[in-house]
């Protein structure tokens, strides 16, 4: 999804997830776009600060499906043992996250 299609599915009400459905992208009162991981409320903002890059790769970002599904399935699910991607420390995209601020 494209910056421009996230704030759309967003401010017209839909679930847009990242990753993985541990990370939701959502706005908040100040009308920032944010992507929170949300088993730990861990939060970072939706673009590079300016405005203009997402912190992510387009095609990671889906929206979810009616009745609480994902129109994007395939590794899109946290695994039962709650990891998932950016859970560990110093992983892959905890690394690439450090490298956007």
Do not use: C
């Not at 910056?3 to 759309?8: C, D, G, M």
């Not at 929170?36 to 939060?43: K, L, M, Q, R, V």
Request: no cysteine; aromatic share 6%; proline share 4%.
């Amino acid at each position: 999804m494209t910056l421009e299609e996230i704030k759309a599915a967003i401010d017209a009400g839909r679930t847009v997830h990242w990753a993985n459905t541990g990370y939701r992208v959502q706005k908040d009162s100040l009308g920032q776009y944010l992507i929170t991981f949300e088993p730990n409320g861990s939060t970072i903002g939706l673009t590079d600060r300016s405005g203009q890059r997402l912190n992510g790769e387009e095609a990671e970002f889906f929206i979810a499906g009616p009745e609480g599904g994902d129109e994007k399935r395939q590794d899109s699910q946290l695994r039962p043992d709650g990891q998932g991607r950016g859970v560990v420390p110093g992983g892959e995209v905890a690394q690439s996250l450090r490298r956007q601020r």
